[in-house]
């Protein structure tokens, strides 16, 4: 029997990119034996013509679905309401700017099929993104892998295959405050990884900010960590510390050369520091109390607008 297979595509603004994605993606679906597939297309409150070029594709080849969603939610959104949406026995995300290729997709079927439940694409070459991207997401890979309790696999992107026991497992999760990389190694399962090359974007540009980027980082940080909270813990008792044998040091100051009149800059300084250090750890709490206040609200990830 054939097994079924679904490609989850997140679109957000890549009309310039469709007709190649899927003169790409096509053949490499059609060559895989044994399988059937859809490609589930989740238009993600685009503003230019990509939910019209995704539903003519639709009415051409059955095995496209579209989903439309009520606005702009993020790609953490999309890819949930992709999950939602797929039917197969292995559901593969990629993107539609062929950043990861989708020559390798046979082989992560064929992974699978030898018993693998997850099927990662590693990069192991990202010389097309730039020097400071390159540096930075290994620095929130190293840093999130140390204070964190789930590991995320370094140089690993959306781009992987998973059976459906995985992608069952995923859906069980409720939380509304999204980190799916997070998601995605907390769930667990029998997992291997392909290497490729990551290439340039297809067409298109990037819809990823540096101040985007920073508050993808720190919503990974708060979500699957307590760490950045405790710190303050931490600086607070360092703080108590230093500010004891301070005061025994004036102390004894006192009793052996009297009282002189201080100076004003090491109470300036001092009044700062902890000063700043207090309002970053109340924004610390804020982060997490911030997080708090959405979940509980309940409100659904996404809005479905229409399918088609």
Same mark, same amino acid.
């Not at 890819?79 to 993107?95: F, K, N, P, Q, S």
């Given at each position: 029997m054939a097994s079924q297979l679904s490609l989850i595509v997140p679109f957000w603004n890549e009309e310039a990119a469709i007709s190649h994605f899927v003169r790409s993606i096509l053949p490499v679906l059609d060559g895989i034996a044994d399988t059937d597939w859809e490609i589930v297309c989740v238009d993600d409150g685009s503003s230019d013509g990509t939910l019209r070029e995704l539903i003519g594709f639709c009415e051409t080849d059955r095995r496209f679905r579209v989903l439309?969603?009520?606005?702009?939610?993020?790609?953490?959104?999309?890819?949930?309401?992709?999950?939602?949406?797929?039917?197969?026995?292995?559901?593969?995300?990629?993107?539609?700017?062929?950043?990861?290729?989708?020559?390798?997709?046979?082989?992560?079927?064929?992974? @699978?099929?030898?018993?693998?439940?997850?099927?990662?694409?590693?990069?192991?070459?990202?010389? &097309?993104? &730039?020097?400071?991207?390159?540096?930075?997401?290994? @620095?929130?890979?190293?840093?999130?892998?140390?204070?964190?309790?789930i590991r995320i696999p370094g140089n690993v992107g959306d781009f992987r295959l998973m059976d459906r026991c995985v992608v069952e497992a995923l859906k069980r999760l409720p939380e509304r405050q999204r980190f799916m990389k997070g998601l995605f190694a907390w769930v667990g399962f029998r997992t291997v990884s392909i290497d490729y090359v990551r290439a340039p974007r297809a067409a298109g540009m990037t819809k990823f900010s540096g101040y985007s980027l920073w508050n993808f980082a720190l919503e990974g940080f708060t979500s699957f960590s307590s760490a950045p909270i405790r710190l303050w813990t931490y600086l607070g008792t360092a703080g108590a510390l230093l500010s004891m044998f301070y005061a025994l040091f004036i102390v004894l100051r006192t009793i052996v050369w009297g009282n002189p009149v201080p100076g004003y800059t090491s109470l300036f300084v001092a009044i700062i520091f902890f000063s700043s250090v207090q309002i970053i750890s109340i924004g610390m709490l804020g982060e997490y109390i911030g997080r708090i206040y959405m979940e509980t609200k309940q409100r659904p990830i996404y809005v479905l607008r229409r399918t088609y």
């Open positions: 439309e969603l009520s606005r702009n939610f993020g790609k953490e959104a999309a890819l949930t309401a992709g999950l939602d949406a797929a039917t197969g026995d292995a559901v593969i995300i990629i993107d539609a700017d062929l950043q990861d290729p989708p020559e390798i997709i046979p082989k992560m079927v064929q992974a @699978w099929r030898d018993g693998a439940e997850v099927v990662l694409g590693k990069r192991i070459d990202r010389s &097309s993104d &730039s020097l400071l991207k390159r540096k930075t997401a290994s @620095w929130f890979y190293a840093l999130h892998n140390r204070l964190a309790h």
